[in-house]
């Protein structure tokens, strides 16, 4: 699992508007809860995806 404890917060966001094809405007447009959400699926994602290839 990639740590990203060392991502700052525009490094995060970065991440969720790539990932989701979004700006940085409609980053900012979306609920809290809902961006968690994204970042919390994402992380498993690539965390299942390392389980997968036998990288964890």
Not at 14 to 20: E, S
């Amino acid at each position: 699992m990639q740590d990203t404890s060392d991502f700052t917060p525009n490094m995060h966001r970065a991440i969720v508007c790539r990932a989701m094809g979004w700006t940085y405007d409609e980053y900012d447009r979306q609920p809290a809860d809902f961006l968690l959400t994204v970042a919390t699926m994402l992380q498993s994602e690539a965390e299942h995806e390392q389980k997968k290839r036998g990288t964890v």
